[in-house]
């Protein structure tokens, strides 16, 4: 199908995905991981072309509510689940870059 | 009515059997058995046998007794409560409960209390039900032994050196053990059919959609589907019924009527065209071949009408599922990032707070599926892979429909073997990944299917047969598992 | 400095966020409110809680339609999808957004001047919470911590993309009050910048005028207003400009407008690579609005902005452009009652667009037949202009009849023959500027009509004057 999945390629998506792995985490899941994209390799030579893609086994469409409020959650209870808080806020260790 | 050691200690009750949950329901309705001393007795055979098996994560014995108490008290007063009646339930621990740890098995959710019920959570207390505890999964449903708990392995409990299958192994050694009638599971991809057949219990995944997924702790968004454990057919049904119907809170919920399943069970197979499935009948063991040939038999017997058929495409279900579910997962589990909720282990800025909390709050497994599916997603690779693989799940639903133009039902073994040893496949994922092999097509087309247990194998170990059906095929589904349960004695 | 007279053209695509006026949220029940105590707007969907699920909010559809219908764009089937980046305001870690599926495709919006600049696309999509920063001077940068509130999380968005039409930062504010006021128009939201319900991000270039290729371009960002906007564009056309004649190259990046230091900088800090995998959204279903929705909105959809002008202006005789700030202001109506009612178009125009502008609130509640009345008193010299701005401030105040003001005021126009007794007056109490004016000197007209004034506290009409003095030359 493609490349067999690289070293570089796992901590990439480690990255991605906010995972920190050690070396030799890194090696085993390159092992591990190119193990099951291989045997996904076997979709690969399907003929698929004119095949639409299923997102979604139901047919369903246009499911809406209406625009009425709905009580929500006490912040208390809210807040009483997190880490770290502040100020009614959810507090967070510094921020070094804006939202892409 | 089962022994102290519920079904293990002889045959799985009967639907009529005095420890089943609809006789359990019926007798608390009347008055002739209180809730209290139905779920008292439950208890003690947790106390007893729990330490042994792990299907737990949390026992709510002072909850299911208060539960119990309001039961009996709507019975004294005349009024009814429901037809779960004080029938107790064991519940998967990625179903949130409000004010009642829900941990989905994992460090990273371990102390994080829900506010508020799971739609099938309140379904269940509305039909008078009482939940027991919060039983234990492979860490968010990723698995299919239990062993990827982060909190301990679930055992089989008809032999502790066994894993009870996965990832509802905790609901499926409830039941057997007979912690509870009825446990609630979740199947993605055989989670609640494969530990049903390696635990001798019933287990059914409905029609996507069928079941409220609104408080399911997400794995896979459009593969996840709530469902049934019961130690027999009739509760099952019984089950599905009182958790079904359409939910305004989950948009893929569908608003067909519910149909009465329990009627289907005892009407018998006569005139039903049933195929079974070639492409998943190959791989299975000797022991499973055998007793899929004798269900085979024995539906005939019982007047229907028995043939091969092939759904080709089903080869190929592992391989796209391998995909899909993990490129859904990879997001699903992003919000686990130390910020509202859950595990924090803090960090020098906000981003390496987010990478030391995963990495220390998610298993193995978990960081495997979510890589993958990170991988399968990136740019470059996501027509190879997600695409290709949505394309394939397409084919899947195309021949499936093709052996449903001449067939009502499809039937294949559950899982290729019976209860293998804890820590035989841990090192291997792609192995333990072929246990799903049988059920995960009926995932990725939506559609309903049942494992009825089905005998032993030469190890003495249950094994379990499946029906399949086209989506919302339920009713005919329960026929032909109704009829198998009975052809057994 | 935008025009191209050195040589450069300037290339201009804005991203327009804006918050839809519903009730609730875009995915569940929470008001969609602004200031109110934090994070108390919130419910499990919205604090993207394990378990939680979205259920897409139908007004917020219909809003969203209007917009892309007024912007003539194709309302389509349309899927939702998932943009997957970790950032703390973001409850879920992905944002539930459109992608290769809009809900609005393609479309065009017209500025005053007649300049069409095209829409790409108009999708639905989530806001994210707010993170305020503790410590340092209070921005993101040399903060101590950050404390996030997610009463905003999940408000519904309409992102407006437009093509790379624009060409000057002058036109970026055109395009930007112009949505403005399409916004306004259709009810879709009340696009206050200042409040955030209005966000815009820029995408600049620069390419030599005979270019056909676009140059490389950032995008900037942290654009609270649109005189923002067109500082940050003019700056950044310089920078680049600057850079490149200076044999350096445009990096594509995304850059930071400071408002205090009229400058705009680089924003990567650490190097973070961003792939947003997107993929349909599993917990929605595709939407599709179909025919009968979609032209219920477009038959239910007041006029517009670019419509409105054109309709005055043909009716006022005037060009579109000199009746843009009217419509702007909503004083269309009041303009259209008052050219029905027989008044002076010009007229008409001149007074809604200085005079009832200033005091826009009470303009647009102000009586047209009263207005309709007080112009033709204007026209017909029955008041002066002096007196009818005077009389129209009154107007404005409190209302009442404008006859009824100008006789309180004692502003009766001054009788023909009073005028004319007075400039006889005037005329032979000034003999030697008389012959220098019937000498030819037209400065001395203003000096006679000054006396004129003086004399009739006010109540002659200058023009009248300027008539009557002509009238007596030789
Ligand atoms: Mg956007
Ligand atoms: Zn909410």
Sequence with gaps: ?100 | MAGPSGPLSGMAASSDGPGSASQIARAVRSGQRSAVDVVDEHLTRIAEREPGLHAFNTVLADEARAAAVRVDGVVATGGDPGPLAGVPVAVKDNLCTRGIPTTCSSRILEHWVPPYDATVVSRLTASGAVVVGKTNLDEFAMGSSTENSAFGPTRNPHDPTRVPGGSSGGSAAAVAAGFAPLALGSDTGGSIRQPAALCGVVGAKPTYGMVSRYGLIAFASSLDQVGPLAATVGDAALLLEVIAGHDPADSTSISDPVVDLQTAVDEGVDGLRVGVVTELAEGADADVAARLDEAVKALEAAGAKVDEASVPAATHGLAAYYLLAPAEASSNLARYDGVRYGLRVDGSDVSDMNHLTRTAGFGNEVKRRIMLGTYALSAGYYDAYYGQAQRVRTLIIRDFEAAYADHDLLLSPTAPTTAFALGAKTDDPLTMYLSDVCTIPSNLAGHPAVSVPYGTGDDGMPVGVQVLAPALGEYAMFRAAGALERSRG | MTTATDGWETVVGLEVHCELATATKLFCGCPNAFGDEPNTNVCPVCLGLPGSLPVLNRQAVELAMRVGTALHSEVRPSVFARKNYFYPDMPKDYQVSQYDQPLNAGGWLDLPDGTRIGVTRAHMEEDTGKSTHVGGSGRIQGANHSLVDYNRAGVPLVEIVSEPDIRSAEQAQAYVNELRAILVATGASDARMEEGSLRIDANVSVRRVDATEFGTRAEIKNLNSVRSLRRAVDHERARQVALVEDGGRVVQETRHWNEDHGATSSMRSKEEAFDYRYFPEPDLVPLDPGPVWISAVAGGLPSLPAARRAALAAKAGVAPADVALVVEQGLDRLVDAAINGGADPRLALARAANEVAADLAAGLVLDPAAFTDLLRMESERRVTPTQAKAVLAELLANGGDPVEIAADHGFEALADDALEAAVDAVVSAHPSQWERYAGGDQKLSGFFVGKVMAATDGRADGRAVTVALRARLP
Excluded: Y
């Design chain 1, 1 to 100: 199908m493609t490349e067999p999945i690289s070293r570089q390629d796992v901590a990439h998506v480690a990255a991605l995905a906010r995972l920190r792995l050690t070396d030799d985490e890194l090696d085993r899941f390159t092992l591990q991981l190119g193990a099951v994209l291989d045997h996904a390799a076997d979709v690969a030579p399907l003929d698929t072309a004119g095949v639409p893609p299923t997102a979604h086994p139901l047919p369903l469409v246009n499911v809406l509510r209406d625009d009425t409020v709905v009580a929500g959650l006490e912040r208390d209870e809210v807040l009483s689940q997190a880490p770290a808080v502040e100020d009614g806020r959810f507090r967070v260790p510094r921020i070094l870059g804006e939202a892409p």
